[in-house]
């Protein structure tokens, strides 16, 4: 009886940490937000979401980040198809290669394109020739946000594809099936809650890059300037309530995805059982 | 059977051919135009870079940084997961989804909310400003918006591992009269010791190269909470290319040797979770 009391104590005990935890680190910054944003009321608040410049931000975060899962996701297929399906050497330095970006910094990352791209670099004259910008302008932030999100779909298609292993497709493939087919009628079906799951996962990440993106930007309102780097100007700038009210975009998308992947991954147990 | 495989499923030189193709031009080559950039430096030259007091406490702020926030979050990644997993209680659906906010949530945005959260007149700050403790534009304060980047890690890693547990151990230990403290030590902590650390350094990989939660909380007062990642960036906006590119080159490194070990991590502890599986 004893034992049980204590157990007990300890239980409420370890919930109330991780709620208070999760109450101040998650809950407070997002509080924190909607309560600035609407510091001055709605008008303000409408306003500083329906400037002009907070517009043109929002679709360069939008073109980068379709771009970014788009190549992303045909990368992850592709590699995850590549990996899983058939045998090769130095398969396992190829995964690690894949997700080097994750561990590299955001500023290492734009810094990389820089040297690659810009100025100092030899394909600078060729590329100014061919009148191709990338440094400093719109090309350089989807490179980055690729970069960024590289090996997001690949991680949540690799162990899926793994585990239903190749049985399946081979006798497809014996019958005579060609690949499309054997992809889209055996492959797919298993695969498309992860597949959903990591384009969640890679849009969320794109939407939001920060660093890499702000080595490559030119910093041009209107121009080059994506939804977090029009925050942290109008931050930087003192305008705090501006600066909240674009936020509680990204906040709003970012609440939105976890919601659809919290939908996903319940749905995809659901099939399994 | 394997070998086989290679000749019935179609589709080998497509996928290959993408993957290598996407794999070079994004990260293999402008990592490569990294390397080659910074072998044209003079090796004294570099030294000199990366020894300059400011470069050296830059190191050391974003490592003692790095490595308060990772410890937290070893012990509350550790406390998360064990709730989720063991325990049933209301709003646990929420509170694991929610989990991976710090994932989804743009790190700018991050950034500007905790800052003003524990900014003097912040919520917080105001809070611990009546003791005299600082925290926005403080040490404390980076390592704030650390843990708050380095939270899904650990719960993440540990989660899995905790869910698969065999119960039979701990039910044996318990029935011998073994008291549940000395269970969780003994029994449960040793299986979840590989998770922990594989989260606690992915968590610290991450931290090391955190930036846009960092650059707002931070203050960027040079020698005292001024992150490596920042000095990088300041260079870059000086056109300083070959600082920038020699203090990139020592992250790298550091960074690289992380990835490694916790690879050689895993591949060791994959192996015990098959190996219980039997």
Request: a positive charge.
């Amino acid at each position: 009886m004893e034992k049980r009391t204590e157990s007990k104590i300890v239980k409420y005990f370890l919930i109330g940490i991780s709620v208070l935890f999760l109450f101040v680190m998650l809950v407070l910054p997002l509080f924190v937000v909607v309560t600035e944003a609407l510091k001055k009321g709605w008008q303000i608040y409408i306003e500083s979401v329906t400037d002009s410049y907070t517009i043109s931000a929002l679709m360069l975060t939008l073109k980068a980040t379709v771009i970014a899962v788009l190549c992303n996701t045909i990368f992850g297929i592709c590699a995850a198809w590549a990996v899983t399906r058939f045998q090769f050497q130095w398969k396992k330095f190829l995964i690690t290669l894949i997700d080097v970006p994750v561990t590299v910094s955001p500023i290492i990352a734009g810094l990389i394109y820089l040297l690659v791209f810009g100025k100092q670099s030899f394909l600078y004259p060729y590329l100014q020739k061919a009148g191709v910008q990338i440094v400093f302008a719109v090309p350089g932030i989807i490179l980055a946000t690729i970069f960024v999100t590289f090996p997001f779909v690949f991680r949540e298609l690799l162990p899926v594809l793994e585990s239903i292993g190749t049985d399946e497709e081979e006798a497809a493939a014996l019958m005579g099936a060609n690949g499309w087919t054997i992809f889209s009628k055996i492959t797919f079906p298993h695969i498309k809650w992860a597949l959903l799951y990591g384009i969640v996962l890679c849009t969320a990440r794109a939407m939001g890059e920060f660093g890499a993106v702000s080595v490559l930007s030119g910093h041009l309102r209107g121009l080059t300037n994506t939804l977090p780097l029009h925050v942290e100007i109008l931050f930087n700038e003192f305008q705090y309530v501006p600066a909240f009210a674009v936020s509680s975009i990204l906040v709003l998308m970012a609440v939105i995805l976890l919601i659809i992947r919290s939908i996903m991954e319940h749905k995809g147990k659901k099939e399994k059982a | 059977m394997k070998k086989n495989s290679k000749r019935v499923i179609p589709g080998f030189g497509l996928t290959m051919g993408v993957t290598i193709t996407m794999l070079s031009i994004i990260v293999l080559i402008p990592l490569a135009s990294l390397i080659i950039y910074s072998s044209e430096l003079q090796l004294n030259e570099f030294i000199e870079i990366i020894t300059a007091k400011r470069v050296l406490s830059s190191f050391y702020v974003s490592f003692v940084t790095a490595l308060g926030a990772s410890l937290i979050n070893a012990v509350m990644g550790l406390i998360l997961a064990w709730v989720l997993v063991r325990y049933e209680f209301p709003g646990k659906r929420i509170m694991d989804g929610m989990l991976e906010l710090p994932f989804a949530l743009p790190t700018a945005v991050a950034g500007i909310s905790l800052t003003s959260l524990t900014a003097d007149h912040g919520l917080i700050g105001s809070f611990f400003a009546k003791f005299g403790i600082k925290i926005a534009y403080t040490k404390l304060g980076i390592t704030f918006a650390l843990v708050f980047v380095g939270i899904p890690f650990v719960a993440r890693a540990v989660q899995p591992v905790l869910e698969k547990l065999d119960g039979s151990y701990e039910e044996a230990a318990r029935v011998m009269g073994a008291k549940s403290g000395l269970i969780f030590r003994r029994v449960i902590l040793p299986e979840l010791l590989p998770p922990l650390l594989t989260g606690t350094g992915l968590a610290f990989g991450r931290c090391l190269g955190e930036y846009g939660s960092v650059v707002f909380i931070a203050g960027n007062r040079p020698y005292e909470t001024e992150i490596t990642p920042l000095i990088i960036m300041s260079q870059l906006q000086e056109f300083d290319y070959k600082s920038a590119t020699s203090i990139a080159l020592v992250m790298l490194v550091v960074s690289f040797s992380i990835l490694f070990l916790m690879n050689l991590m895993q591949a060791r502890n994959s192996k015990r979770l098959r190996g219980g599986d039997v």
